[in-house]
């Protein structure tokens, strides 16, 4: 386990963010912030996924409200995400918020901030302090292109000048992000912050990109600075549905020894041999395990999905179900032994129903 750099400890909701609490895993939504229906719908989703934190953008004091709905009975918190105007975020505290996310470029003036930051206090939400390149405040962005001072530096002072000004309200609940959209700086702009402050730090790469382009920028940075015990937080920004954020989000944690385990899924690669849909069989048998087992408490499954039959019959002997592909049909295996064929359109089906007969 790694050594985990100690910072203030504070609720967001009821989930322990810092003082060496868990590193939890956030997304955000991406449903229509007046739609109630699909952005609850989408928050249950990523919610029984193993999702800790689920953020809605807060354009208009409408969507606060809607926020507010979404919020009831809502398994894990939300935050709502402030940009521009801050009657939004007085609104979406008064519609029950569990924290806010402001960013120090947009927000506006001191006044400003200050009324947002004795709201937030009085309703005993936490504010973090969101920085990013593309709404840094004028005069630090004018530094930046004059080439006066480097990315992280300029994300670090922006942060750092923004925690004063809640501070200097008597808000100590606050919790820093300084993204930067390449790996490099985003290691380097958190080194600095880990220095610069004890506050929580909610770690990421900003604008990552699609699927795979973003898993591998996301995984890189977060890996480092999570080895080096900094991180409090994550979020994996992905050109993608949150749910994939978030299983991204848990398997780098899980792959660090920071997150239980999750259910162990064994899957080839492909080749010519192949004569099953292969990955569509596998990625819904995943999604539907990591639906399953959100509750680490239960045993964890073993499960073998191999295209054919070169090394299908060895990875059965270890798992506790197994397919082995053939055309348009699968051997099933359970715990090693073949049990029966099962054709390629009630492959997924019949993997859930022995795995859950397990239990």
Known sequence: MFSRKQTRSLKVGSLPVGGGAPVSVQTMCNADPHDAVACRAQLESCAVR??????????????????????KDSPIPIV???????????????????????????????????????????RGAPIRIGVNLGSLERDLGA????????????????????????????????????????????????????EATDCPLHIGVTEAGTLIPGTVRSSVALGVLLSDGIGDTIRVSLTSKPEKEVKVGLEILRSLGLRERGPAVTSCPTCGRTRVDLMRITSQVEDALDTLWSDSRKALPKVAIMGCAVNGPGEAKDADVALCGGDGKFLLYVHGAFVEKVAEEDAVRKVLEYVVSMQ
Not at 50 to 71: I, N, Q, S, W
Not at 89 to 117: M, S, T, Y
Not at 151 to 180: N, Q, W
């Open 143 to 194: 530094e930046l292109d004059a080439g006066k001072d480097d990315v992280p530096g300029v994300l670090v002072r922006s942060a750092v000048r923004h925690l004063k000004m809640l501070e200097d309200e008597g808000l100590g609940d606050v919790v820093i992000s300084a993204k930067a959209s390449n790996v490099s700086d985003t290691i380097a702009v958190y080194r600095r912050l880990a």
């Open 80 to 122: 709502a995400d402030i940009h521009f105007d801050y009657e939004c975020a007085l609104a979406a505290l008064a519609a029950g918020a569990d924290a806010l996310r402001l960013n120090p470029g947009n927000i506006g003036a001191r006044e400003r901030v200050q009324a947002v930051a004795r709201a937030a206090k009085e």
């Open 50 to 71: 193993g999702c800790d934190v689920f953020r809605m953008a807060v354009p208009d004091v409408e969507a606060a409200h809607v926020l507010g709905v979404v919020r």
